[in-house]
């Protein structure tokens, strides 16, 4: 009875100090980068997880692999929070919350982006992988294509570039690189005023 007992400890260890191990990888941050425009500072801001690169599981995600959990899921990767109007790819976005949202490829068909508003608290979550995307209905959708680069990023990282009508938004994840632009209205920002 004894060896029965001490073999159970013995297995319940192992699988604690399995499971203690599996809980150990590298925890997700919540990262923001900011576009000003006038008084604003932060007439847009986007917020993501620095997801760690991993080439097979982005790779499922471009491809769309049946029966891989990434490759059958939208990755809702960043919220935008805009203060200010703006145009992408012809769709007006007025101010407000908006979840930017991947679809997984698929057979004959690449991967789409999408944006979709909504309203809360966030959807990102730090700590996760991935996030469940917010509910509401895309405003824009549209097929995309990372470029692969040669420089690696070994966590995701967002950037709003100023460019002459607006800003692009440059994600660059591993050795892929996307790039969109945004423009901003032409009229001043409106800014909250004390009452």
Same mark, same amino acid.
């Given at each position: 009875m004894?060896k029965?007992?001490v073999l159970?400890?013995?297995?319940?260890l192992f699988?604690l100090v399995?499971?203690?191990?599996?809980q150990?990888r590298e925890?997700?941050?919540?990262?923001?980068a900011?576009? !000003?425009?006038g008084?604003? &500072?932060?007439?847009?801001? $986007?917020?993501?997880? =620095? +997801?760690?690169w991993?080439? $097979?599981?982005?790779?499922?995600i471009? *491809?769309?692999? %049946?029966?891989?959990y990434y490759?059958e899921?939208?990755?809702?990767f960043?919220?935008?929070d =805009?203060? $200010? /109007?703006?145009?992408?790819?012809?769709?007006?976005?007025?101010?407000?919350? #908006?979840?930017?949202v991947?679809?997984?490829?698929?057979? =004959?068909? /690449?991967?789409s982006?999408?944006?979709?508003?909504?309203?809360?608290?966030?959807f990102? *979550?730090?700590?996760?992988?991935?996030?469940? &995307?917010? *509910?509401?209905?895309a405003? #824009?959708t %549209?097929?995309?294509? +990372?470029d692969? $680069?040669?420089?690696? &990023?070994?966590h995701? %990282?967002?950037?709003?570039?100023?460019? !002459?009508?607006?800003?692009d938004?440059v994600? =660059? #994840?591993?050795?892929?690189?996307?790039?969109?632009?945004f423009?901003?209205?032409?009229a001043? /920002? %409106?800014t909250?005023?004390?009452?």
């Amino acid at each position: 009875m004894k060896k029965i007992v001490v073999l159970m400890l013995i297995v319940a260890l192992f699988l604690l100090v399995k499971f203690t191990a599996a809980q150990t990888r590298e925890q997700t941050t919540i990262q923001t980068a900011t576009f !000003a425009k006038g008084p604003l &500072a932060d007439a847009v801001t $986007v917020s993501y997880l =620095n +997801f760690p690169w991993g080439e $097979v599981t982005f790779s499922t995600i471009e *491809k769309g692999t %049946k029966g891989s959990y990434y490759g059958e899921r939208t990755w809702p990767f960043a919220q935008m929070d =805009n203060k $200010v /109007p703006l145009t992408f790819e012809g769709t007006k976005l007025i101010p407000g919350q #908006y979840a930017l949202v991947i679809t997984p490829g698929g057979e =004959n068909k /690449p991967m789409s982006l999408s944006v979709v508003p909504f309203e809360g608290p966030t959807f990102l *979550k730090a700590g996760n992988i991935f996030s469940t &995307a917010p *509910k509401g209905e895309a405003v #824009y959708t %549209k097929d995309i294509s +990372f470029d692969t $680069v040669d420089a690696l &990023a070994d966590h995701m %990282k967002i950037d709003l570039a100023p460019t !002459a009508s607006g800003f692009d938004l440059v994600l =660059n #994840y591993g050795n892929r690189k996307l790039t969109k632009s945004f423009e901003t209205s032409t009229a001043a /920002p %409106k800014t909250a005023t004390a009452k």
